[in-house]
Nanobody, 123 residues
Framework: QVQLVESGGGLVQAGGSLRLSCVVSGRAFSTYAMGWFRQAPGKERELVAAISWSGGTTHYADSVKGRFTISRENAKNTVYLQMNSLNAADTAVYYC????????????????WGQGTQVTVSS
């Protein structure tokens, strides 16, 4: 059974930084694309950033380009989201996702999810 466990969320002032981590267990990590999504109250879940199975391809939502960085450390079965210059619009529950199809450069519609971690940015 695949498990994704996020950590690193919390309360931060506008302009501050946080680093989210997601540890994956239950299957091979290095051959699957990974991503971070977020959902703010009253809004749909949206893709924030994604990284290919090799780490060679990344994708970011326009709203976070230049501020957020996704990376992966296969030896630790972990994907990270470094978030800088945070603002109130970044307040949301952040979810880690792992593709179920190996060797994808982009996330498919078939994913496993973590339980989410709350990020709150105070202005």
């Amino acid at each position: 059974q695949v498990q994704l466990v996020e950590s690193g969320g919390g309360l931060v002032q506008a302009g501050g930084s946080l680093r989210l981590s997601c540890v994956v267990s239950g299957r091979a990590f290095s051959t699957y694309a990974m991503g971070w999504f977020r959902q703010a109250p009253g809004k749909e879940r949206e893709l924030v950033a994604a990284i290919s199975w090799s780490g060679g391809t990344t994708h970011y939502a326009d709203s976070v380009k230049g501020r957020f960085t996704i990376s992966r450390e296969n030896a630790k079965n972990t994907v990270y989201l470094q978030m800088n210059s945070l603002n109130a619009a970044d307040t949301a529950v952040y979810y880690c996702a792992a593709d179920r199809i190996p060797y994808n450069n982009y996330l498919s519609g078939n994913k496993d999810w973590g339980q989410g971690t709350q990020v709150t940015v105070s202005s």
